[in-house]
């Protein structure tokens, strides 16, 4: 599913009505009645409640005024109250008002020299309000009558359903304007926007519902958007069912340099994640007096002792042994549970742009490269980066709050700066790939805060990138399988108590349903 920005679906729009001659009067009569049919699903007995559409002055309000007369149609009991003199109303706004005048819905036009409670008593006194104030237009910060009322609908105990975007809400930057409407449920017209899904919006936007208005497809393909939802239907289109006479020789190969003293788990649970995403063949390589240990702990992968430093950790003397393993193998994993130790670190960078496989970086490999990011340009083979905020900004040379403010700018410019695929971990998992491609990732929950996904969700990755699926594909698969996983055990029962290996099980289900072309 593409996921626009607030630009970009204005674009949309101006072309459907100028260029392809669809009327807006018909688009905004399209999302209002798609959106009625979704708020009557989200409240079962709206129409048998008392409805205030609170509207602004542009389109935003003039799809209020559509609903409220749908509404009223239906036998609904209501109240438009505009914030805005109508002589702010022109086009098809003005046309649905004027409708509501002319069928005799009461309309409340708020005048700021008169009595504020008066002017409140219908929104107050409503069962339901429908918020159709500020739309995806908005740009500066709400202030004055408009966030005075935002902040007073905030505090009443009745359902809230935004047109669009929660009013306040900036819908390409997720970020509230001075003040946003916190939604029951909101109705977003052609395409999510990135605000509905990216910190704080995804907080403030509810249940959301995208309603098709009649956008031409032909519109979208040459917008030539790359950003998306992930979601079990688009991921089904990227998987199928193996070959019946499928081998492990053609399954991939996946090698992996993790682990050390007090951290050899974290070897164990790549290579665990690697095997449940279906590589052929996993192979750990092991300081070798960490690999009696691991030789215990793995039953279906692989151990390759090599050199080790005095700290018991993979040591560059190891190099030309695992460059000799690595022909013919089909991906690399570096960085889980490997320390910080120099010498290691210096293995990590020679193997970097040595390596004859694609590559993936995660944890204390990125800690590695993080002084000196430039030579992730001296890589010619394909690489993945999977930081978490703290490791992002360590090689960012920032602050994680920087990172955190603008998750998806973050992880797109550095993904294009050093032509990596790059996977923010985190809340809504970000994926950007060198060429704009982006992704935003719906699946997953509160109990993965917990030591050790990060290891499988790694693993994951560098099976699906074994098995031939090309960087941005595997990346994306492995966030939401991994995330989908954990859902299947733990999403709406706890969100806590999760142990890294109680999802692994799941991931095979997982991925059958994708490759089934079913929903997770």
């Known amino acids: 599913m593409l996921v626009l920005s607030a630009k970009e679906m204005a ?10 001659g669809i009327p807006g009067i018909v688009l905004m009569e399209n999302a209002a009645q798609g959106a009625a049919a979704f708020f009557l699903r989200v409240v079962p007995d709206l129409v048998d409640r008392r409805i205030a559409v609170v509207a602004g002055s542009g389109n935003n309000a003039g799809d209020g005024f559509a609903l409220a ?3 009223h149609s239906k036998g609904a009991r209501v109240n438009v109250v505009c914030l805005r003199s109508p002589l702010k109303l022109s086009g098809d706004a003005l046309t649905n008002f004027e409708i509501l005048e002319k069928i005799g819905i009461p309309i409340t036009v708020w005048k700021e020299a008169q009595d504020f409670d008066a002017q409140w008593e219908p929104i107050s006194k409503s069962g339901a309000i429908i918020d159709a104030i500020l739309g995806t237009g908005l740009k500066s910060e ?13 505090r009443l ?26 939604a029951t449920a909101t109705a977003t017209f052609g ?14 936007v509810g249940q959301v519902e995208v309603i098709d208005i009649g956008i031409p497809p032909g519109l979208v393909r040459s917008a030539g958007i790359q950003r998306y939802w992930l979601t079990g239907k688009l991921l089904s289109s990227w998987i199928e069912p193996r070959h019946p006479t499928t081998h492990k020789g053609q399954a991939g190969h996946v090698c992996v340099l993790s682990g050390s003293p007090g951290k050899t788990g974290a070897a164990a649970l790549v290579c665990l994640g690697a095997a449940r995403a279906g590589a052929g063949l996993v192979t750990l390589f092991i300081a070798e007096s960490l690999n009696p240990i691991l030789e215990v702990k793995l039953t279906e992968a692989m151990t390759f002792p090599i050199a080790e430093t005095a700290e018991k950790t993979a040591a560059s003397a190891a190099l030309d042994q695992i460059l ?21 670190a210096t293995l990590v960078k020679e193997l970097l742009v040595k390596a004859p496989c694609p590559v993936l970086l995660d944890a204390d490999a990125i800690t590695a490269v993080s002084e000196d990011p430039a030579i992730l340009r001296k890589v010619e083979i394909p690489l993945v980066l999977t930081p978490h905020p703290g490791e992002m900004a360590r ?34 998992t970000i994926i950007a790939a060198p060429d704009g491609k982006l992704a935003i990732n719906s699946t997953g929950n509160p109990a993965m805060a917990s030591g050790g996904t990060g290891d499988t969700l790694t693993g994951i990755i560098a099976g699906l990138l074994a098995q031939g699926f090309d960087p941005f594909h595997a990346a994306c698969m492995g966030v939401y399988v991994h995330g989908a996983a954990c859902d299947r055990i733990f999403g709406g029962v706890s969100s806590r108590g999760l142990l890294a290996t109680d999802m692994l099980d799941q991931v095979p289900a997982v991925l059958g349903f994708l490759e089934g072309g079913g929903q997770v």
């Not at 999510?192 to 403030?204: D, R, T, Y």
């Open 324 to 344: 000799h393993f690595l022909q013919g193998k089909q991906a690399l994993v570096m960085g889980p549970g490997i320390s910080t130790n120099e010498d290691t």
């Open 69 to 71: 007369r749908i509404y």
């Open 395 to 428: 090689i960012c040379h920032c602050a994680v709050s920087d990172v955190q403010r603008n998750r998806l700018e973050s992880a797109s410019r550095f993904s294009r700066d050093y032509g990596v695929v790059l996977v923010l971990k985190g809340y809504r």
């Open 191 to 204: 395409f999510l926007k990135i605000g509905h899904l990216i910190e704080q919006g995804s907080e403030l």
């Open 11 to 20: 674009r949309l729009d101006e072309q459907t009505i100028h260029e392809v």
């Open 157 to 182: 105990d009745v359902p809230v359903l935004a047109v669009d975007v929660p009013s306040g809400l900036d819908a390409t930057t997720g970020l509230p304007l001075g003040a946003a409407i916190k």
């Open 142 to 154: 709400v202030k004055g009558l408009y966030r005075e009322i935002i902040e007073r609908i905030n």
